[in-house]
């Protein structure tokens, strides 16, 4: 099995978390949202699979290109 690092596109907080550890996912999924600048900005999985790791939760900031969560196919 391949882990996948799904990784913030912006710095900003963790507004909301869609999909918790143990959720499948399919490529394009909508794991978490970033707010930044007032904007919410979805943070999508690339690959299918299951969410075994959060590293970023509700109200956390977090940095363009921080690991966020990770995939395994």
Request: aromatic residues 2%; charged residues 30%.
């Amino acid at each position: 099995m391949a882990r996948i690092e799904v990784k913030a596109e912006v710095t900003g907080k963790i507004w909301k978390v869609l999909l918790p550890v143990g959720s499948r996912v399919d490529a394009d999924d909508t794991l978490l949202v970033v707010e930044s600048m007032k904007m919410e900005i979805p943070v999508q999985c690339e690959a299918g699979g299951v969410v075994v790791e959060l590293r970023a939760g509700e109200g956390d900031a977090v940095d363009e290109g921080q690991v966020v969560a990770i995939v395994e196919t």
